[in-house]
């Protein structure tokens, strides 16, 4: 059994916690939190179980790295505090451990990434013997090992698209989604997730990744942008009213260009209701779902649609996420310390689980 341990029990955490109790080859052993609040809680109870795990979560990050965990969920934010992640989880890889997370889009294409990012890693990696691997869903195995196993089965391939189709109301971050993402704001505000060059820097690693394991090189890297505002006010269950005329609905592609054409599409479609943008893409029925587009011969489409916590997409892609990064772990501890990415760590079948029960 691999030692393991999930830092951080946020909307990723606490499904991270429910994974590796799952996993057969994995014994979770510590949890660590930075709210008071749920220093000493179940680890159970963190993760909505409804049983104890016999885990109490702490905030000593000290004591749980100096029990030399096998592995390490590191499921903190990253996103506003890359220079805290990255400092956190190389001291985890200092530790011995090997690292999973989805919270550094800087390294989901790890050749490519900053050279003080990546340097950093591996100085740590050979110093402590521990190894890094960075994936999600999208970025992550929707735009990196999903559609290049889907090419795999095409004779002849013009287009690779990649799409996320989500409502936003389900989502579990209503600041997120009214301030990163616009929804709700006049459509004179500038979101900050799609500020020009911040999708490249988030989903361009993708768009490298797919062009180096199809041997294709990339002239550049674009991106595209579309809003749309509410024709009427709605209603929201989770986030109350958005006025009319305000942004309900976002979409914008990131392209990676070869012979002068964009081949290799990244697109998000984004809406805070049914209602707006309704001749954009949709997905087949409920909120939200991921998509994989073939253009060639033949033409091939793939969607995917999870759900966990009561039928919720957001919470089913987040698991799903979970579930890719918790499954390399066997394999990083048996491979040589350094850093990976999605074309180096195998998609597995989920070899001992079928049928298994959670005692």
Same mark, same amino acid.
């Given at each position: $059994?691999?030692?393991?341990?999930?830092?951080?029990?946020?909307?990723?955490?606490?499904?991270?916690?429910?994974?590796?109790?799952?996993?057969?080859?994995?014994?979770?052993?510590?949890? *660590?939190?930075?709210?008071?609040?749920?220093?000493?809680?179940?680890?159970?109870?963190?993760?909505?179980?409804?049983?104890?795990?016999?885990?109490?979560?702490?905030?000593?990050?000290?004591?749980?790295?100096?029990?030399?965990?096998?592995?390490?969920?590191? #499921?903190?934010?990253?996103?506003?505090?890359? =220079?805290?992640?990255?400092?956190?989880?190389?001291?985890?890889?200092?530790?011995?451990?090997?690292?999973?997370?989805?919270?550094?889009?800087?390294?989901?294409?790890?050749? +490519?990434?900053?050279?003080? !990012?990546?340097?950093?890693?591996?100085?740590?990696?050979? &110093?402590?013997?521990?190894?890094?691997?960075?994936?999600?869903?999208?970025?992550?195995?929707?735009?990196?090992?999903?559609?290049? *196993?889907?090419?795999?089965?095409?004779?002849?391939?013009?287009?690779?698209?990649?799409?996320?189709?989500?409502?936003?109301?389900?989502?579990?971050?209503?600041?997120?989604?009214?301030?990163?993402?616009?929804?709700?704001?006049? !459509?004179?505000?500038?979101?900050? !997730?799609?500020?020009?060059?911040?999708?490249?820097?988030?989903?361009?690693?993708?768009?490298?990744? !797919?062009?180096?394991?199809?041997?294709?090189?990339?002239?550049?890297?674009? %991106?595209? *942008?579309?809003?749309? #505002?509410? =024709?009427?006010?709605?209603?929201?269950?989770? $986030?109350?009213?958005?006025?009319?005329?305000?942004?309900?609905?976002?979409?914008? &592609?990131?392209?990676?260009?070869?012979?002068?054409?964009?081949?290799?599409?990244?697109?998000?479609?984004?809406?805070?209701?049914?209602?707006?943008?309704?001749?954009?893409?949709?997905?087949?029925?409920?909120?939200?779902?991921?998509?994989?587009?073939?253009?060639?011969?033949?033409?091939?489409?793939?969607?995917?649609?999870?759900?966990?916590?009561?039928?919720?997409?957001?919470?089913?892609?987040?698991?799903?996420?979970?579930?890719?990064?918790?499954?390399?772990?066997?394999?990083?501890? %048996? #491979?040589?310390?350094?850093?990976?990415?999605?074309? =180096?760590?195998? $998609?597995?079948?989920?070899?001992?689980? *079928?049928?298994?029960? +959670? #005692?």
């Amino acid at each position: $059994m691999i030692s393991t341990i999930v830092w951080g029990t946020g909307n990723v955490g606490r499904l991270a916690i429910r994974a590796v109790d799952a996993h057969p080859g994995l014994e979770l052993t510590a949890v *660590l939190v930075q709210n008071p609040d749920k220093v000493g809680r179940d680890a159970g109870d963190l993760a909505g179980l409804g049983r104890d795990l016999g885990v109490a979560a702490t905030d000593d990050v000290g004591a749980v790295l100096a029990a030399r965990p096998g592995a390490v969920v590191y #499921a903190a934010s990253g996103e506003i505090r890359p =220079d805290d992640a990255l400092a956190d989880i190389n001291r985890a890889i200092r530790a011995g451990a090997v690292v999973v997370t989805p919270s550094l889009y800087a390294l989901y294409d790890q050749l +490519n990434a900053p050279p003080e !990012m990546r340097d950093a890693v591996l100085d740590a990696a050979r &110093e402590g013997g521990g190894s890094l691997f960075v994936s999600g869903v999208d970025p992550g195995w929707g735009n990196d090992v999903l559609p290049l *196993l889907v090419s795999g089965l095409g004779s002849t391939i013009d287009v690779i698209r990649c799409q996320e189709i989500f409502d936003y109301s389900t989502y579990d971050q209503e600041e997120s989604v009214r301030y990163l993402v616009g929804m709700g704001q006049p !459509m004179d505000y500038e979101p900050p !997730m799609v500020a020009p060059t911040i999708p490249t820097m988030v989903w361009g690693g993708q768009i490298r990744l !797919m062009a180096r394991a199809l041997g294709a090189e990339l002239d550049e890297i674009r %991106e595209t *942008l579309d809003r749309r #505002a509410l =024709d009427t006010t709605v209603s929201t269950k989770t $986030m109350g009213e958005f006025e009319a005329g305000t942004q309900g609905a976002l979409r914008f &592609e990131v392209q990676g260009i070869i012979g002068g054409e964009p081949r290799i599409v990244i697109e998000h479609v984004t809406r805070i209701h049914p209602s707006c943008a309704p001749d954009w893409p949709t997905p087949p029925d409920g909120d939200g779902a991921h998509r994989v587009v073939i253009e060639g011969v033949p033409r091939i489409e793939v969607t995917v649609e999870a759900t966990d916590e009561g039928g919720n997409r957001a919470a089913g892609g987040n698991a799903t996420a979970v579930g890719r990064l918790v499954s390399a772990i066997d394999w990083l501890v %048996e #491979a040589e310390p350094g850093l990976y990415d999605a074309l =180096d760590v195998p $998609m597995r079948p989920a070899a001992g689980k *079928l049928g298994r029960k +959670n #005692a």
